[in-house]
């Protein structure tokens, strides 16, 4: 079913997964991006992000992203998965995977998704450093 490709969840994200809900023999590119906790933050050394989400519109949106992705390259096929709850260094985040018939295409159509998420989706990141944290409120920005 076309909604399971969109999902909010809470364990680890099964990268393989999703890019199989993309596959098929109509596809001549794949392209997942995967966005990670990375160590480092203009500066702060970070221990661990929290993620909240208004799971609901935040899956609805997402759906509404790959509906976006999939009307503006034809042929292409969408799958985001954004994980909330606790993250440790190196866990993923979030899985964008875009299948094309074209590889322009795929590539063009995996950086608008992830530029979506970040842009309107109801998801919100605590940062924990060594020395404090915050909440990111929106996640339009350089981060």
Known sequence: MREERFRVVTEPIDVSEVISWVTGPDMGAIVPFLGTVREWTEGKRTLYLEYDAYVGMARR?????????????????AAIVHRIGRLEVGDIAVVVAVASPHREDAFEASRYGIERIKQVVPIWKKEHWEDGTAWIGHQSGPR
């Open 61 to 77: 949106t997402l759906f509404q992203i790959g509906d976006e992705i999939e009307s503006r390259w034809p042929g292409a096929r």
